[in-house]
């Protein structure tokens, strides 16, 4: 019993160290790891009204995954160049999600929404580390709450 115990406590600490930005609150949402590609876009759809950032969808490889969120908005999209990636995000929110600027590493940025409300930036814990995926909470009007996940580069090239 002591060591299972033990042993989730290690997994718990180690698989749930992840930051997520906002108040949170809804149904759950996360990426499905890719191993194979890495991330080589991204789609935000943002609300009319509020100016809500309403879901979120990776690319990975030439394959988006699905949209995360909730459905409806004004998709915007940012591609990545080949051997490009997403170093660096910073945010806002206030109930929900209002604003994200992703960075890479070749000084390239887009934005998403209007700042406003609470502030945040995130980065990996390594200068090797990349955007390898996201995850987060969503309500009927868009995200509540995003996390951010950094691992290696996966592909070379």
């Known amino acids: 019993m002591l060591l299972w115990l033990t042993l989730a406590l290690l ?12 108040l949170g609150g809804g149904r759950y949402f996360s990426t499905s790891p ?18 809500l950032i ?4 990776l690319r990975y490889g030439s394959s988006w995954s699905k949209s995360l969120g909730a459905q409806g908005g004004k998709i915007q999209e940012f591609l990545l160049q080949p051997g490009e990636h997403i170093i660096a995000v910073h945010g806002s929110y206030r109930g929900y999600l209002q604003y994200l600027v992703v960075y890479t590493d070749q000084g390239r940025s887009a934005a998403f929404g209007r700042e406003e409300g609470n502030s945040f930036s995130a980065s990996p ?20 709450s995003i996390g951010f996940r950094w691992d290696s580069i996966r592909s070379f090239g």
């Not at 997994?11 to 906002?22: D, F, K, L, P, V």
């Open 11 to 22: 997994w718990s600490t180690t698989c749930w160290a992840e930051q997520i930005y906002g």
């Open 34 to 51: 890719d191993y194979y590609n890495d991330v080589t876009g991204i789609r935000v759809s943002v609300g009319p009204i509020f100016g």
């Open 54 to 57: 309403k879901s979120i969808q």
């Open 125 to 144: 814990d390594q200068p090797w580390k990349v955007l390898t995926g996201i995850f987060g909470h969503h309500k009927l009007l868009g995200i509540t």
